[in-house]
């Protein structure tokens, strides 16, 4: 099976679908995820800069959350869960 789409580590027992390009902006791919790795994402940001960073291809990485999320997250479990915080 692929790796998580978002940090890269080996998926565990429960794998999510993310669509890349918001389908509600007229994606249509979807990738493997980890749910701990789609809830961050959907907290940190919005269908419509999902959609404007997927347009730009600007990688997720860069942003410091993500980039702080996915530092923690490295040496995690495959099945790891936690309470995930939404941007204030």
Do not use: Y
Request: glycine share 4%; aromatic share 6%.
């Amino acid at each position: 099976m692929q790796p998580c789409w978002l940090c890269g580590r080996p998926l565990g027992r429960r794998v999510e679908w993310h669509h890349p390009r918001p389908k509600s902006r007229g994606g249509r791919e979807v990738v493997p995820i980890h749910p701990i790795c789609h809830r961050t994402l959907h907290a940190c940001f919005s269908n419509l800069v999902l959609a404007r960073m997927a347009e730009e291809a600007e990688p997720l990485s860069q942003h410091p959350r993500i980039a702080r999320f996915l530092n923690w997250i490295a040496d995690k479990p495959p099945d790891f869960h936690a309470p995930t915080h939404r941007k204030k």
